[in-house]
């Protein structure tokens, strides 16, 4: 494409492209547009494949002229992927499969005619669905953060500048000073969206009141919460915004460097990135004298080697600094003396995301969405045990209860809900009784929870909620960089008597110890890994209290969900003989005679696999 | 300075606004417990949780590293109280320290620190109760490779000192934090021994440790062992020894010159004869001054280093091989001493060699690898000292036979062919106390008489770096003084580039010089509530002034006049750097680089 050195050159590149988009949408241009869903979830079922494959019958069809194909950022119903979308009918296919292409192109492109049977189908109504925005899933969502994304080409800045990409950025370099833009996202009430939920524009203001040759801006990529795939779906669906929102960011408080560290595990969102990042700077929108103007700014890349630590700012700077991932002791903070003892402001990638859009439609129109304290939207990513796993958007002071059922498509098998856990191995559970919680900062904090960075993890009755807290605590116990020694040795003694209570060892005083660490490890850490360690084990024990007791006392595990608490006995009366169930175990625990005698299984023996339950056809065996 | 008020339990206190709420606390007359805290919360990362203490304010309470978080943001004007003794705050402190004991090897009857262990003495403030919260440990090293300095793990609470100390002292970083989580750890990278990392065996780590997980090598069993063969066995003392041994009987630092009652307590140990190293540093002034003034003939490569510092020469080796031949090719004060012992006093006496074993009591830990060295055994093969005790090992030595060295009688060096030595000597143990005697002897050398106001105060101070420029009867001389590799470094730069405008150098490893050796006895401000608040900044100068009040005190105070000297030369050696002298005195250097080819 032109260089785009000033002004006037983006704004008559802004028109075009926005044409060209729109033409492309609206098959304005003669073409019918295949885009194919290239977020990790779809590429992991063969999209790329099925984007190769697209191309190749197209070619072979003849439709070179009149159909494109290509890929975009994720469609957010994972669980249904690969999606592919044909405009400009809008139609939507899920689970498309590589051998599907043909029929696509036979039936769709060439016949006209929709394939209902890659089409949505309602869990509840049973209709096919064909038009994305008719599908529940997608009905109560807003895209912010995640603009463009599903619609637009990652790779392509031209479909960025066509779907209003640079529109914030140029009003900030043209319209407004840098302490207008801090008052213009100020004012919006963006609050992190990494967890800490601080006022984005304060934490600007922080780091603009320094005096320093040198400031930085850097955008945390460095998303370790299990299940999360928030920031990983934003940077490879929509990596310009990213880039955009940081140069808002350095434009604002005067940083002229900026930071991605994005960790190496995500290779797309790495690779869409660095191209990205060359794209812009080829173009003359990245580097010295940014459209013309006297504001100057180049990006660099740091790649993290998968220390959950390293989420942690002051850990992130450490690490981009070549030093190992050990958080800091704050103050000072880092809008004073971060990377490299220069003011620096970290923000997350969701964040940034979500400035341009600030700056494009103005602080008001964000601010009208959400709650009092917590403005705009939120991204989150829903998995579990819940029907549509994947990636949504809503507006804050959207219930749990419309996340889980109304977007999430509710529980599968019809098991009861349970618990939703939040703000990832930080977070909290909360329960039935707060499923009427809106989406909020400060509301999910005062219910023992917290926003984190939007995993969110459903769990049903088949659930155990001290199993549970025993899985994060070993994440933590892992993850913990090992500095402070509350962390460090207090993550390990809470994991290790979490494995007495799962196991049947606990006894009440075990709880309390558990207590009495947790509480020091809350006050007392150093880092907010460490501080917010205990959570999910205060949470569920608040929660979920009769559930522990259960364990220490009554040596059960309500769920059955605890190999250890677990016992498999076969009903004599019901056992039909048939030996079904000591074919099927993988340890011989089980003895009888065909036809003769009951089944019986030797407790000493079984690893409480569960084949057996699950194979009987009598209902003869009880798992308790 | 600024100063602030803030509240503690409920007193209001003004105090200096720069500080720390622990350093605050502490100018106000409340000690708070710590581990990683050090050397005024410069080297301190916040890591044990030991010092927590809740602030308080309308918004709730919190608990905060008192040893790092700044007085200034919890000033009593912003509504803030700090509570030391608060049950939440003890309770937190309690449990730091519980958590700690949890992952400890808890060995402390048999432990080298037992007497100096912090963590022991935080258990005991904070009230801890045993076995609180038992559990796994953590996988242990244990190395006693090196020559030096014994690293154990098993009782490391990863405070990490000893990863600022090195770092700060020796500017190397020897020392890191490795794995994560529970099985964390401080270590040479991949875990490695000292003996195969570029340490240079300083033992600055040793002494900052709080526990026992770093500490020297012994090697009085070595001691024991030769006396039990009925050997001849006889100790010197290096200069640094006798400004601190006091403090290892409970004397305040810099009180004490302990010189006399060392003696006293060294000849009833047994030792069949007690030298003084300052003999061996008077014979290495004659032969480095003399190398000096070779080399400033034009023999051979300027500037000349000194080499008595074996920290400094593993530094050499490792990190700046292109200047070996800077370095003077004199051994160390002992080894020469050592060397003579094992030839002159030998033949003198009548004694085979072999059957003398040469103690050396230094303040130091590198100079247990340096009597190891082969190019150290001048008398064919033989090592010229066979064991070196520290400071320490000496005080343990001495408790063990029930020695009551306060009470002891101040004695004489054994007058013995090695008996005389002079002020030059003992300001050794002082950064730029080599310096100093080399230029009074060096001064005599050129001009043919003494210096006159003997003392030269320009190269005097515990300053990192020190330069000076003198005028030695229209000789320009420029020399300059460094300690500790980190800030030595600047100077070496120098030489390689080959721009160094100086003539002479003096490097010692250990910042201060010997006085603050790594086997010196420990200062440790919260186990020395006495020493007050500023200890750490003062006891290097307090063990310096020792040594020069002893140096002005002497009326021998040139090398080059001492009469023992004199009649060694004459009657054995030659001269200064002759053949014989050459052989028995100088040695030689290899490089280490290779063994490390990706150093800075």
């Excluded at chain 1, 964000?366 to 549509?388: C, H, W």
Aim: glycine fraction near 10%; proline fraction near 5%.
């Amino acid at each position: 494409m032109e260089p785009i050195n000033s002004i006037p050159c983006l704004e008559k590149a802004m028109c075009k492209c926005s044409e060209e988009l729109n033409a492309k949408v609206k098959g304005l241009n003669g073409k019918r547009a295949i885009v194919v869903c290239g977020g990790t979830g779809c590429l992991a079922n063969h999209s790329e494949d099925l984007e190769a494959e697209l191309k190749r019958l197209v070619k072979e069809y003849g439709l070179e002229d009149k159909v494109t194909v290509n890929h975009v950022g994720c469609f957010g119903l994972c669980s249904q992927g690969p999606f592919i979308k044909i405009f400009p009918e809008e139609t939507l296919y899920r689970a498309v499969q590589v051998k599907d292409a043909e029929t696509i192109v036979k039936e769709d492109l060439v016949g006209h005619r929709i394939v209902e049977d890659l089409l949505y189908v309602d869990p509840i109504t049973k209709m096919r669905i064909a038009k994305q925005e008719d599908i529940p899933f997608y009905k109560k969502q807003v895209r912010v953060a995640l603009h463009g994304c599903s619609l637009i080409n990652p790779s392509l800045v031209e479909e960025y500048l066509g779907c209003g990409g640079f529109k914030g950025l140029k009003r900030a370099l043209t319209e407004l000073t840098p302490q207008q833009v801090i008052d213009e996202v100020t004012n919006s009430g963006l609050r992190g969206r990494g967890g800490g939920g601080f006022l984005t524009g304060r934490k600007w203001q922080f780091a603009a009141n320094v005096e320093a040759d040198q400031k930085y801006i850097v955008c945390n990529g460095d998303e370790g919460d299990p299940g999360a795939f928030m920031d990983c779906s934003i940077l490879e669906g929509t990596p310009f915004s990213v880039i955009e929102g940081m140069m808002i960011a350095g434009y604002a408080f005067g940083a002229s460097e900026g930071y991605f560290y994005v960790r190496a595990e995500y290779p797309t969102a790495v690779k869409r990135l660095t191209e990205a990042i060359k794209d812009l700077e080829e173009a003359g929108i990245l580097g010295d004298h940014v459209l013309g103007t006297d504001f100057s700014f180049r990006v660099h890349l740091r790649l993290g080697a998968g220390a959950f630590v390293c989420g942690e700012e002051t850990a992130l700077l450490n690490s981009i600094e070549g030093k190992r991932g050990m958080p800091r002791p704050r103050p000072p903070f880092p809008a004073v003396k971060g990377l490299w003892g220069k003011p620096t402001c970290v923000n997350n990638v969701e964040t940034l995301a979500t400035v341009p859009y600030i700056l494009r439609e103005g602080w008001e129109k964000f601010a009208s969405m959400g709650t009092e304290k917590s403005k705009g939207t939120k991204v989150f990513a829903l998995g579990g045990k819940i029907n549509n796993v994947g990636l949504v958007e809503v507006p804050m002071g959207t219930t749990l209860r419309t996340l889980i059922y109304d977007i999430g498509g509710g529980i599968p098998g019809g098991k009861a809900f349970k618990a939703i856990q939040t703000g990832g191995p930080s977070g909290g559970c909360l329960t039935a009784a707060d499923l009427d919680t809106p989406i909020d900062y400060d509301a999910l904090v005062a219910k023992g929870s917290m926003m984190g960075s939007g995993g969110a993890i459903v769990m049903d009755e088949d659930n155990c909620m001290v199993n549970v807290a025993h899985f994060y605590m070993n994440f933590i116990c892992d993850e913990s960089c090992g500095k402070c020694t509350v962390c460090r040795i207090g993550t390990k003694r809470l994991y290790e008597m979490l494995t007495d209570v799962v196991e049947g060892r606990g006894t009440e005083q075990t709880l309390e110890d558990m207590k009495a660490i947790a509480s020091v490890l809350k006050d007392g850490a150093l880092c907010a890994l460490g501080q917010t360690a205990a959570n999910p084990i205060l949470s569920t024990m608040a929660n979920f209290p009769e559930e522990y007791l259960a364990h220490v006392k009554d040596k059960k595990c309500p769920a059955h969900a605890c190999k250890k608490l677990v016992s498999f006995t076969i009903d004599p009366e019901k056992c039909k003989k048939c030996s079904l169930c000591a074919r099927n175990c993988p340890v011989s625990a089980i003895h009888g005679v065909p036809g003769k005698e009951p089944y019986v299984i030797d407790q000493s023996k079984c690893i409480k696999c569960g084949a057996c339950l699950s194979g009987c056809r009598f209902d003869a065996i009880h798992k308790e | 300075m600024n100063t602030i008020q803030v509240k503690i339990e409920g007193r209001l206190y003004d105090v200096d606004a720069s500080l720390s709420i622990l350093e605050a606390a502490r100018s106000v007359g409340y000690s708070i417990p710590s581990l990683c805290y050090w050397n005024g919360g410069h080297n301190s990362l916040a890591s044990c949780r030991v010092c927590l203490v809740e602030v308080a304010s309308a918004q709730g309470s919190r608990l905060v590293a008192s040893c790092v978080y700044p007085v200034a943001w919890v000033g009593a004007d912003k509504g803030f109280e700090i509570k030391i003794s608060s049950p939440k705050a003890i309770e937190a402190r309690r449990t730091s320290v519980e958590l700690l004991l949890s992952n400890h090897s808890k060995d402390c009857q048999t432990c080298v620190k037992n007497g100096n262990c912090e963590l022991l003495n935080v258990a005991k403030i904070t009230g801890a109760k045993d076995n609180r919260f038992p559990g796994e440990k953590s996988k242990a090293t244990y190395d006693d490779c090196a020559p030096g300095i014994v690293r154990d793990t098993s009782k490391c609470i990863l405070c990490g000192r000893c990863v600022e100390r090195c770092k700060e002292a020796q500017g190397i970083g020897i020392l890191g934090f490795e794995a994560r989580g529970f099985e964390t750890f401080v270590g040479p990278a991949a875990n490695r021994s000292f003996a195969t990392s570029p340490c240079i065996q300083c033992g600055q780590c040793v002494n900052v440790c709080p526990t026992g997980a770093l500490s020297e090598k012994r090697e009085i069993d070595l001691v024991d062992e030769a006396f039990r063969q009925g050997k001849y066995v006889i100790v010197q003392t290096a200069p640094a020894v006798r400004a601190a041994l006091a403090e290892e009987f409970g004397n305040k630092i810099g009180t004490v010159n302990a010189t006399g009652r060392m003696v006293a307590a060294l000849h009833r140990l047994g030792f069949y004869r007690v030298f003084d190293t300052n003999f061996g540093a008077d014979l290495t002034i004659m032969e480095e001054a003399t190398e000096l003034l070779h080399r400033m003939k034009g023999e051979g490569v300027l500037p000349q280093i000194t080499s008595c510092s074996p920290g400094w020469i593993n530094f050499a080796e490792y990190f700046y091989p292109e200047i070996l031949p800077h370095v003077s090719t004199c051994k160390s004060p002992h080894e020469m001493e050592g060397a003579i012992i094992k030839s002159y006093f030998a033949k003198t006496h009548n004694i085979d060699p072999k059957d003398i074993f040469v103690v050396s009591v230094m303040p130091c830990t590198a100079k247990k690898g340096e009597a190891k060295r082969p190019q150290n055994a001048a008398n064919g093969g033989l090592p010229d000292v066979d064991a070196v005790l520290t400071t320490r090992e000496l005080a343990l030595m001495i408790k063990r036979s029930g020695i009551l060295f306060n009470e002891l009688p101040e004695e004489e060096f054994d007058q013995d062919l090695l008996g005389e030595y002079s002020g030059a000597g003992v300001i050794f143990g002082v950064t730029g106390g080599v310096m100093e005697a080399a230029l009074r002897t060096a001064y005599h050398a050129l001009t043919g008489k003494e210096y006159g106001p003997i003392d030269f105060k320009e190269v005097r101070g515990l300053e990192s770096i020190k330069e000076a420029s003198l005028d030695i009867d229209g000789t320009i001389v420029k020399v300059a003084v460094a300690s500790g590799m980190k800030d030595a470094k600047k100077l070496l730069d120098e030489v390689k580039a080959g721009t160094s405008p100086y003539a002479f150098i003096e490097i010692m490893g250990c910042p201060g010089g010997c006085i603050n050796g790594g086997g010196q006895p420990f200062v440790k401000p919260t186990l020395q509530p006495e020493e007050g608040a500023n200890v750490l900044k003062e006891y290097r100068q307090k063990r310096a002034n020792i040594l020069y009040t002893i140096d002005e005190k002497m009326t021998l105070r040139q090398s080059h006049n001492n009469k023992d000297i004199i009649a060694l030369y004459e009657n054995f050696l030659g001269s200064p750097c002759s053949e014989l002298a050459e052989e028995l005195l100088h040695t030689s250097y290899v490089s280490n680089r290779e063994k490390f080819p990706n150093l800075k």
